[in-house]
């Protein structure tokens, strides 16, 4: 058996008197992983502690490591963070930053940005201040920039949140083309339909801690926990 890509061990998180991240022992294997559960889980807090943007209160999280380097991680965040440039120069930006891309050349690196803006449909817009975008576009632009890294593995946050459903079905071929391409994805979402088309296994979190982890088949035809139950019976879509 291969080691899995991620473990987290004995994880918490605690901030302002509140623990967000309850005791998380997880392991997560390579594919692509939907993490669900209501209005403040944790979900954000555990992606955020999974990518290092957060600290853990206490507790482990490992990744396991490719070709002897640690994996590419990216993230594109539950609202989208633009710089104040163009659409496009938010991905270049984006790339310039990365120690894996910036040693090449700029016109190498804006022909990456304008096609990973094509990728998500927005290359018409490439020219517009990230800012003026609709939140749609912007969270297309940023799951653009997190697509440009060629990451091993990219961390999404409910990236069709606030989109209307031409967009998320465009965001949704984008993500499913990102994965077919060997990217691991680990995605938290409210959207059952996605969850379920999209992932290989199911985390189920409830007040910050694992309540099941599940083939997704499984969970939304029997989910192991009451959480995971009580979720899906209060679902509407
Ligand atoms: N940096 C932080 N420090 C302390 N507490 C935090 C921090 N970030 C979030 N929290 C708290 O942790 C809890 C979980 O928040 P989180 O954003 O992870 O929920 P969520 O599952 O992503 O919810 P949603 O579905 O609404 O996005 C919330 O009560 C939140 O207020
Ligand atoms: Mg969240």
Redesign the pocket.
Known sequence: MAEPMLQLRDLVFE??G?R?IDGVTLALDAGRTAIL??????????LRLMHGL?MPSSGEVQWTGIDGRAPRLAMVF?KPVLLRRSALDNVIYGLQLSPAQRAEPAARLRERALAALARVDLAHLAQRPGRVLSGGEQQRVALARAWALEPDVLLLD?PTASLDPAAMRAVEAVILEIAAGGTSIVM?T?HRGLARRFADSVVF?DAGRVAEHTPVNEFFAQPRSGGGHAYLEGEIA
């Open positions: 901030g302002r509140h967000a559960g209501a209005n403040g889980a944790g979900k954000s807090v555990l957060l539950q409910e938290t409210h979190l």
